[in-house]
């Protein structure tokens, strides 16, 4: 059975960082590509960073650029999200996911499975 379970969420103030990690089990993780994805009240879940199996590679969304990093430690079965510069908007509850396949995706329906998700919220 896969498991995806995320931790490190909680209350931050605004230029505040929050190191988020994801622990898998029940699955190959070292050939998996990993995602982290977040959903907002009243939005739909969106991209925000994948890194590839190797850790060799990785994507981030516009909107966290320069203020997140996304690593993994493959001995450890555990996928890391680093959040720096906190922001109001960036509060949401933030999942990760597991892939396999050729390419890095962006989209939901290129992954798999999923965690229940960890939240990050951040005041003003």
């Known amino acids: 059975q896969v498991q995806l379970i995320e931790s490190g969420g909680g209350l931050v103030q605004a230029g505040g960082s929050l190191r988020l990690s994801c622990a898998a089990s029940g699955l190959t993780f070292s050939t998996a590509n990993m995602g982290w994805f977040r959903q907002a009240p009243g939005k739909e879940r969106e991209f925000v960073a994948t890194i590839r199996w190797s850790g060799d590679s990785t994507y981030y969304v516009d909107s966290v650029k320069g203020r997140a990093t996304i690593s993994r430690d493959n001995a450890k079965n555990t996928m890391f999200l680093q959040m720096n510069s906190l922001k109001p908007e960036d509060t949401a509850v933030y999942y990760c996911?597991?892939?396999?396949?050729?390419?890095?995706?962006?989209?939901?329906?290129?992954?798999?499975?999923w965690g229940q998700g960890t939240q990050v919220t951040v005041s003003s």
């Open positions: 996911a597991a892939a396999y396949g050729p390419r890095l995706g962006v989209s939901l329906h290129d992954y798999s499975h």
